[in-house]
């Protein structure tokens, strides 16, 4: 049975908590990828950086509506846990990714079956997957990795266009 460290990309593209949000952009634009690992002085994995994260960045900033009555404000609609715009303000504003990365990593063994990285790509919508043995960053997993296992190696090395309909 296949295992994750048959599939997984070995030299890993990693971030650190101050890396530059544009930089972090450049480099998942420019080497085709969905995020990056984020990895501190020590080479620890303490969180990633997705193209999620990056959207987030350009949506809307949402006010609470409020109605002012004698000096008080009553909010309308509730913010989330008190402080949802400050969090949303930081976000627009971030300019290192240790404001935007997401800490709670999901994570797998380069020993897991190829089917326990699908279940897991399917319940937890993680992409892409670390891969972590014995607390250290030993490569990555991506979507991409699984649609390539699919198409199979011999067709992967043959560059072809479908005709269109009516060709």
Not at 3 to 14: E, F, L, Q, R, Y
Not at 40 to 64: R, Y
Not at 104 to 118: E, G, R, Y
């Amino acid at each position: 049975m296949l295992k994750v460290k048959d599939i997984m990309t070995k030299n890993v593209i990693a971030a650190s908590p101050e890396t530059p949000v544009k930089e972090a952009a450049r480099l998942m634009y420019l080497n085709g990828l969905t995020g990056l690992p984020v990895l501190d002085a020590n080479d620890d994995l303490v969180g990633i950086i997705t193209e999620n994260d990056l959207v987030k960045l350009e949506g809307p900033l949402h006010v609470p509506n409020f109605l002012g009555i004698l000096g008080s404000l009553i909010y309308l609609d509730n913010p989330a846990d008190g402080d949802e715009i400050q969090k949303q303000l930081e976000t627009l504003t971030a300019t290192t990714i240790d404001k935007l990365m997401t800490e709670d990593v999901v994570t797998i063994s380069s020993q897991a079956t190829v089917q326990d990285l699908t279940e897991l790509f399917l319940h937890k919508k993680g992409n892409p997957i670390p891969v972590v043995d014995d607390g250290k960053l030993v490569g990555i997993v991506s979507r991409a990795d699984i649609v390539k296992l699919i198409a199979g190696k011999d067709l992967l090395s043959h560059s072809f266009l479908p005709l269109a309909k009516g060709e």
